[in-house]
């Protein structure tokens, strides 16, 4: 199941895997976002959602090697409403 890659002998299965990162977003308590990634330690903020989505890319381009970055940014927005009984 654990083949190696002919890019740079990691496992096949991590190449398949990494094609996709999803981060979770939420609100920031002073506004703006806060989003982190879920496979790996990534977290960044922003103050609009333009900023925010630079900011994942220059923060998802720090993180990996361009042979092992994922193809897909998926944003996962979060948000948590309370409302009275």
Do not use: W
Request: charged residues 30%.
């Amino acid at each position: 199941m654990y083949a190696a890659s002919t890019d740079n002998q990691r496992p096949l299965i991590y190449n398949l895997i990494m094609n996709e990162i999803i981060f979770l977003v939420e609100d920031a308590p002073e506004g703006g976002f806060m989003a982190r990634a879920l496979e790996a330690s990534i977290f960044t903020d922003a103050d609009d959602l333009n900023d925010l989505h630079r900011k994942v890319r220059e923060a998802v381009d720090c993180h990996f090697e361009p042979a092992n970055k994922p193809k897909i940014i998926r944003l996962h927005f979060v948000r948590e409403e309370v409302i009275a009984a």
